[in-house]
């Protein structure tokens, strides 16, 4: 089992910066892949970044070279920076762990925490 709680979210205006963070708890030797999905309002939720184990990292094309997705393992948390934010990086900000159990992976979700961007 992992537990994950989010932070960081908040209203920044277009071209403004925040810091997501996403903090592990539990069985956190288990966790294959961190990702940032986000969810616009009536739109599907969509992968924002990855990091694996062993810390590569993917990014959506809409978010890359504004978004990183980085780790600070003693303290067992993934960061996502955002900076030169745009009004439609406004959504709902998941945290979502793929961790490795006995036969497959597992996936464990933080609570979200809301991005507005004004323009």
């Known amino acids: 089992q992992v537990q994950l709680v989010e932070s960081g979210g908040g209203l920044v205006q277009a071209g403004g910066s925040l810091r997501l963070s996403c903090a592990a708890s539990?069985?956190?030797?288990?966790?294959?892949?961190t990702n940032w999905y986000r969810q616009a309002p009536g739109k599907q939720r969509e992968l924002v970044a990855t990091?694996?184990?062993?810390?590569?990292?993917d990014y959506a094309d809409s978010v890359k070279g504004r978004f990183t997705i980085s780790r600070d393992n003693a303290k067992a948390t993934v960061y996502l920076q955002m900076n030169s934010l745009k009004p439609e990086d406004t959504a709902v900000y998941y945290c979502?762990?793929?961790?490795?159990?006995?036969?497959?992976?597992?996936?464990?979700w933080g609570q979200g925490t809301q991005v507005t961007v004004s323009s």
């Open positions: 539990g069985s956190i030797s288990s966790i294959a892949y």
């Open positions: 979502n762990v793929r961790a490795r159990g006995l036969f497959k992976l597992h996936d464990y």
């Open positions: 990091i694996s184990s062993g810390g590569s990292t």
